[in-house]
């Protein structure tokens, strides 16, 4: 059963959900002045709901310029104090997530979905922290029963309507659309597309 947070783009810098595994803040970027001095004291998963570039000026004097397509993930470590500008283009999202637990060894169980579903998910990176997952499902496309075996953060990228039956025929419904973000229990389950198109999103497992 998934439990359910999802939330739109209706302020600046909406929290869709902070809990004792993950605080996650919906960043809108636009050009403009560059913002203030500030640090990041957590690694970050961060998500490219769009496509954008960032200029980074560290305090200490370097600089860095981030760029990103849409649907890209990338890993954020903490670092000293910069300043960010958008130097140009239209405004961006991007769904940053703040990872609170340090992590450890996972060993992931036979029904892992990508022993099950090789072809359906494909880890984008993977390390102490959290393992990041792209999922593109086909349309109608079923998905034998698999396990989840840590909570995780999923970032739909396109629009999703997943029916999710559980080892006990429950069934639950995943909606969601681009720049949703919700928040999964460990569960065992099969899936099914019920869209006439595919749908893609990003799974980051969190490990504890």
Do not use: C
């Amino acid at each position: 059963m998934f439990l359910l947070a999802a939330a739109g783009l209706l302020a600046q810098r909406p929290v869709p959900i902070d809990n004792e595994w993950a605080r996650v803040v919906i960043a809108a970027a636009a050009p403009g002045p560059k913002g203030r001095m500030h640090k990041h004291d957590m690694n970050r998963v961060m998500i490219y709901l769009d496509k954008g570039t960032q200029v980074i000026d560290y305090e200490a004097g370097s600089s860095k310029t981030i760029s990103a397509q849409a649907g890209e993930v990338q890993w954020d470590p903490k670092g000293g104090m910069h300043t960010s500008t958008i130097p140009s283009g239209p405004p961006f999202r991007i769904v940053e997530i703040e990872l609170k637990k340090d992590g450890g060894p996972v060993t992931w169980p036979e029904a892992d979905p990508l022993k099950v579903a090789p072809k359906t998910y494909r880890v984008e990176f993977e390390n102490s922290q959290v393992r990041v997952v792209r999922v593109k499902v086909q349309p109608h496309q079923r998905i034998a029963e698999h396990e989840h075996a840590l909570p995780r953060i999923i970032v739909p990228l396109t629009e999703v309507d997943i029916t999710v039956t559980a080892t006990n025929g429950t069934k639950s419904a995943l909606k969601g659309k681009s720049g949703d973000v919700i928040f999964g229990q460990p569960a065992r389950h099969s899936e099914e597309n019920m869209l006439d198109k595919p749908v893609e999103l990003i799974l980051v497992e969190l490990k504890g």
